[in-house]
């Protein structure tokens, strides 16, 4: 089975798809100065580009690694997070604590989803 890559890069690409699923690289906000909520509400709407982009949409999630910087702001993603998943249709998910690629950085998700077009 072929294995598409979309956006590549010399360390990554943006997507990948192998088998009627898409694997995307972590995503990161559009703007970095804002807050824990600003910063997760720009990641989410990056993936639902890239979903679009591969032919899926929100609802074929299946599975998301969130990493916050701090857990105290934990309830501030979620907050963004709980009004964004559509009911019934939560992905298998784990959050973790991490050290960002820049002190800048409050959030970033690494998404798996299934392609439905």
């Not at 993936?47 to 916050?68: F, R």
């Not at 910087?69 to 019934?88: C, I, K, L, Q, R």
Request: glycine share 6%.
């Amino acid at each position: 089975m072929a294995v598409d890559r979309i956006g590549t890069g010399t360390r990554m690409s943006r997507a990948v798809i192998h088998n009627g699923t898409a694997y995307f690289c972590g995503q990161v906000p559009k703007d970095e100065t804002v807050g824990m909520k600003g910063q997760t509400e720009t990641v989410l709407e990056k993936i639902e580009d890239l979903l679009a982009e591969v032919g899926s949409d929100k609802k074929n999630i299946l599975s998301v690694t969130i990493y916050v910087n701090n857990m105290a702001e934990f309830s501030a993603m979620n907050e963004v997070w709980d009004s964004w998943v559509e009911p019934g249709f939560a992905p298998a998910r784990a959050c973790v604590e991490a050290q960002m690629a820049r002190p800048e950085l409050k959030v970033e998700m690494s998404v798996i989803a299934a392609i439905t077009a």
